[in-house]
């Protein structure tokens, strides 16, 4: 006969959690509780609004942000998880008054209809050329798969991620 479990009343959850994140090149500490997703710590804690939330289950994209430079889903994950580490946002994208290659080749090829997805369509393909794995139009397409786009300006985001692969920014 198994042996019943019973839980520890004297040992309870903590309210909140310090945890450390460093946004767009800036240190932020936070008491969070344990069960707050990096995407709402980032909306309603930080007012980086960027970040959307679309699906709030991981697959629509509109949540992509880059930690320490891998493209994410922050719907999907704790901030608690992403203590200390480096998180960039579409605020973050931009240097000096500068745009960034994609945001730039975006504007050029009006890679954006309502322009929801556009945050999370932005990190997610700094991340793919970060990852060096796309190297024809077939292949941007099957590794942005993951961002959905509801306008359709699915040609527009390839011309745009294909320009800037093409041009060999790293950024």
Same mark, same amino acid.
């Given at each position: 006969?198994?042996?019943?479990?019973?839980?520890?009343?004297?040992?309870?959850?903590?309210?909140?959690?310090?945890v450390?994140?460093?946004?767009?090149?800036?240190?932020?500490?936070?008491n969070?509780?344990?069960?707050?997703t990096?995407?709402?710590a980032?909306r *309603?804690?930080?007012? =980086?609004?960027?970040?959307?939330?679309?699906? !709030?289950?991981? @697959? %629509? $994209?509109? &949540? #992509?942000?880059?930690?320490?430079?891998?493209?994410?889903?922050?719907?999907?994950?704790?901030?608690?998880?992403?203590?200390?580490?480096?998180?960039?946002?579409?605020?973050?994208?931009?240097?000096?008054? *500068?745009l960034?290659? =994609?945001?730039?080749?975006?504007?050029?090829y !009006?890679?954006? @209809? %309502? $322009?929801? &997805? #556009?945050?999370?369509?932005?990190?997610s393909?700094?991340?793919?050329?970060?990852?060096?794995?796309?190297?024809?139009?077939?292949?941007?397409?099957?590794l942005?798969?993951?961002?959905?786009?509801?306008?359709?300006?699915?040609?527009?985001?390839?011309?745009?991620?294909?320009?800037?692969l093409?041009?060999?920014?790293?950024?």
């Open positions: 006969m198994p042996t019943a479990i019973t839980a520890d009343p004297s040992r309870k959850a903590p309210q909140t959690v310090p450390t994140l460093k946004i767009n090149g800036t240190a932020h500490v936070l969070v509780a344990p069960w707050v990096l995407l709402d980032l *309603e804690r930080l007012g =980086l609004t960027g970040t959307k939330k679309g699906c !709030d289950h991981g @697959q %629509c $994209g509109a &949540c #992509t942000v880059l930690v320490d430079g891998v493209r994410i889903n922050s719907c999907l994950t704790l901030a608690v998880m992403k203590d200390g580490c480096d998180i960039t946002t579409v605020e973050g994208l931009a240097k000096a008054g *500068e960034h290659p =994609l945001q730039e080749a975006f504007i050029k !009006d890679a954006f @209809q %309502c $322009g929801y &997805c #556009t945050p999370g369509q932005l990190c393909a700094v991340g793919l050329i970060k990852e060096g794995k796309a190297h024809s139009r077939d292949e941007i397409r099957e942005m798969s993951g961002n959905i786009c509801r306008c359709c300006a699915y040609p527009n985001i390839v011309d745009a991620i294909d320009e800037v093409a041009k060999g920014a790293q950024s």
